[in-house]
Nanobody, 115 residues
């Protein structure tokens, strides 16, 4: 079992930045793809970024060039640096660890971008 805990969400104005963190109960980086998803009210859960065991990052088109995913293996933590936030980024952000049929999710952290 892998337990994930997100933190760092909050209320910001358009154009501002946030840095989300996700800490795992144990390191899953060697075998699991780690990533971030988000879900806005009434919308489907959307994949936004992931980082492979090799360290290679991938991004959804909607956040590419604004968000950066990274990891600290020694701390069993991944991060999501979110820059130039827009109102459409408002959602609950979830950390995920995935390998084949195995999926582990954090409880989510709310990000609200509003004037």
């Amino acid at each position: 079992q892998v337990q994930l805990v997100e933190s760092g969400g909050g209320l910001v104005q358009p154009g501002e930045s946030l840095r989300l963190s996700c800490t795992a109960s144990r390191s899953a980086f060697s075998l699991f793809a780690m990533g971030w998803y988000r879900q806005a009210p009434g919308k489907q859960r959307e994949w936004i970024a992931s980082i492979r065991p090799s360290g290679h990052p991938e991004y959804a088109v909607s956040v590419k060039d604004r968000f950066t995913i990274s990891r600290d293996v020694t701390k069993s933590t991944i991060y999501l640096q979110m820059d130039n936030l827009k109102s459409e980024d408002t959602a609950v952000y979830y950390c995920n660890a995935q390998r084949s049929e195995h999926n582990y999710w954090g409880q989510g952290t709310q990000v609200t971008v509003s004037s």
